[in-house]
């Protein structure tokens, strides 16, 4: 799948004081072949009478979809909530509060951290995103793109004056509705655990119905877990996000500050430095939810209540503000615990301007050059933000630019023509062959075709980035004396050669170990034991080692691992039980590793029918083929198929595009019970890469189809 790399910038005009500061536009777009660069004009006009200086900050953003007017997908059920639904004191955040021994710790921390910085000296720390929409099999809670995408720009808005910006990087979806209903109490864990992406670098973002627990929210300290445990992120009711008829889109913002480090200002009460921040007045938690800026719960002690700040409870739209000491202990915070948020890249390399910071004179205009440049990366649409600040006045205007880059995916291989070393007859050669994109967009390798079954690679597809290169290894395997020839098909999106070949050449000799046999089959009656003598003949010049491994409950092999010696033999017995078996058709392979390759031995009874007048058994009214077991697996599987009339079974693994990997049987057979075991490997005995395979069964007219799934 292509990758496309999308970043967004966009004008948030209502955090911009009316008529001060214009942008001649809010947007621009530049359309350029790779290696091209231009240069595109801001012009800005200062309404006041004062000169305003801006600081200029370029942004990537990874991928945002477009936002501005959300349209909600009819698939996603919205929360039954009035407009004024807002977060009162039965819904509350879950974080939990600190032990007061590690806010001490961490209050120190910071302390010394704030000692060695300078405020101009600290980095724009780029937050990237993974979120993880959990919704139930009913679609409620399944939130668009569009709704996430809001509530990440809302973050942006928020904390950009504090040098935090937002990037959403990956979005997916999970159906489980115990996952939905009982996170908080129950699955917090167990789900973080499946679903988390690289807590070093990204912020997960789980989203679930935590309303029934009576939460809106929650988080862990930065210094809770270790940096890249998965029990880091913050988890959202769904209905938090801003919409239409619900929140702001606060509920993050707040649970964003105890990820970055912060607790709420009402920690401790009444109490000196209670939650760790100097310029955040303490409060009682007794006077919460009350939007009232003379509101002092703590007379004795400085300041009234901080009933703007985000890190309280108070009605909703009422918060707006973090203070210059919370900003001071998000960036120590993360510098102390989350430092590989630091290594994640903010400024674009295709967009670019010559100042960091502009003086706009009073009443006049100026213009910014903007230079965009495709030299420096490949081909797709990149979309960033330029971002241009001043502190006072409060003014932050975004302009949003696209980039669209036209580049061509070119494939480059190291040969054209490969040759296997000799091989023995069921032993395995193997051909590394490099891969390179010389191209300047992403290569698509769609499939890799054969022309011949003695060749053959375990890859089905390939992406690669512009410059990136690869391995992948070819395969041989012949099954008879003499030479082979074949060749390999590439099909790929490179324009120019969309089909390459490559053609392929290798000799089979006389495998130096003879087996006896290569297939066992007996008819027993049931309650019997059988034994069968394989022959083990080494005609070389070497010792050969070998070790015999099977999945089959009814039989049993003595000797079945040592060394021939020269021009020798080794026998090995095949003991089958039919103990307690019912009538019916039964089968298995047997594996013989060596040093100079592997056989498969398949081995196939019938446990004979009873006579006229004895207890007939297990005889089945209807066919049926059971689920494998076990699924997932890895090596083997089994499937248990009720046959109940005589007929024709065709037993089949494809793989998802319908490719034939393996007949497991296809033979006549008689009424009874049937077990077919698959040892994960296809019809060359080579074992298949880990996914989902269908397995394939037929019983004269009737068909049955069900999934499996390889681990490895």
Not at 163 to 189: G, H, K, S
Not at 326 to 332: I, L, V
Not at 604 to 622: T, Y
Not at 674 to 695: E, F, P, Q
Request: glycine residues 6%.
């Amino acid at each position: 799948m292509k990758k496309i790399f999308i970043y967004l910038l966009i004008v948030f005009a209502g955090f911009v004081f009316a008529d001060d500061i214009e942008v001649s536009q809010d947007t621009l777009l530049q359309n350029l072949i790779y290696g091209e660069t231009a240069d595109r004009i801001l012009t800005f006009t200062n309404n006041t009478s004062n000169d305003v200086d801006l600081t200029i900050t370029l942004v990537d953003q990874t991928w945002i979809p477009l936002v501005g007017r959300f349209s909600v997908p009819e698939d996603i059920q919205l929360p039954d909530v009035a407009i004024e639904f807002g977060l009162g004191n039965d819904l509350i955040c879950g974080t939990p509060d600190p032990n007061p021994e590690d806010l001490l710790v961490t209050i120190d921390q910071v302390e010394r951290w704030l000692e060695r910085q300078g405020r101009s000296s600290r980095n724009i720390v780029n937050v990237k995103i993974a979120w993880h929409v959990i919704h139930q099999d009913n679609s409620v809670g399944n939130l668009s793109d569009q709704q996430i995408a809001q509530q990440v720009t809302w973050l942006n808005n928020t904390l950009a004056d504090h040098d935090f910006i937002f990037t959403l990087d990956i979005i997916d979806r999970t159906v489980n509705n115990d996952w939905f209903n009982d996170m908080y109490d129950t699955y917090d864990a167990v789900a973080k655990q499946a679903l988390n992406i690289d807590s070093f670098h990204y912020l997960n973002v789980y989203t679930s119905n935590i309303f029934i627990d009576g939460v809106a929210g929650y988080a862990y300290m930065p210094n809770s877990w270790s940096e890249g445990s998965y029990m880091h992120g913050i988890v959202l009711d769904y209905r938090t996000l801003p919409y239409a008829g619900g929140y702001d889109g606060d509920v993050a913002v707040h649970e964003i500050g105890h990820y970055l480090g912060l607790h709420h200002t009402f920690l401790g009460n009444c109490t000196t430095g209670n939650d760790g921040v100097d310029d955040t007045p303490a409060h009682h938690d007794d006077y919460l939810w009350q939007c009232n800026g003379n509101l002092d719960s703590c007379p004795t002690m400085p300041g009234n209540d901080p009933v703007h700040n985000y890190m309280t409870y108070t009605s909703d739209g009422c918060t707006w503000e973090f203070t210059p000491g919370q900003k001071d202990r998000m960036q120590a915070m993360v510098a102390t615990y989350r430092p590989g948020l630091l290594e994640n890249p903010v400024a674009p390399v295709w967009m670019t301007t010559e100042n960091e910071t502009i003086t706009v004179p009073a009443n006049g205009n100026l213009d910014v050059t903007i230079n965009f440049d495709a030299t420096a990366t490949y081909g797709g649409t990149y979309y960033g933000d330029a971002i241009f600040t001043v502190e006072t006045p409060d003014i932050s205007i975004t302009v949003s630019a696209t980039l669209n880059i036209t580049g061509f995916p070119e494939i480059g291989l190291n040969v054209t023509t490969v040759t296997f070393d000799d091989t023995y007859i069921n032993d395995t050669s193997s051909v590394l062959l490099e891969i390179t994109n010389v191209g300047s967009d992403d290569l698509e390798i769609s499939s890799f075709d054969f022309d011949n079954d003695y060749f053959f690679t375990n890859e089905s597809d390939l992406e690669l980035n512009p410059g990136e290169s690869t391995e992948i290894t070819l395969l041989f395997i012949p099954d008879s004396v003499g030479q082979f020839s074949g060749s390999l098909t590439i099909n790929s999106n490179d324009n120019n050669d969309p089909i390459i070949a490559i053609s392929l050449n290798g000799t089979g000799e006389v495998s130096p170990l003879l087996l006896s046999f290569s297939s066992l089959s007996d008819t027993l009656d049931a309650n019997t034991v059988s034994s069968h003598v394989l022959s083990l003949t080494n005609s070389s010049n070497e010792i050969i080692d070998y070790t015999l491994s099977h999945d089959i409950d009814w039989l049993t092999i003595n000797n079945e691992s040592g060394s021939i010696s020269t021009n020798s033999n080794a026998l090995v017995q095949f003991n089958i039980s039919t103990l307690f078996m019912n009538y019916g058709e039964y089968t298995g392979t047997v594996y013989v590793a060596t040093n100079v390759g592997q056989f498969d031995i398949d081995v196939n009874i019938l446990v004979a029918a009873l006579a006229i007048g004895d207890d007939i058994n297990g005889i089945p009214l209807s066919f049926k083929v059971h689920k494998n077991f076990p699924n997932p697996f890895n090596p083997t599987t089994k499937v248990h198929i009720d046959i109940p009339e005589k007929g024709h079974l065709q037993v089949v693994v494809h793989d998802i595009y319908g490719r034939l990997i393996r007949t497991l049987m296809d033979s006549d057979v008689e009424p009874g019970f049937s077990r077919v075991i698959w040892n994960g490997k296809n019809r060359l005995g080579v074992r298949v890469a880990s996914g989902v395979y269908i397995l394939s069964v037929r019983l004269n007219n009737q068909q049955y189809s069900q999934k499996m799934l390889l681990v490895k």
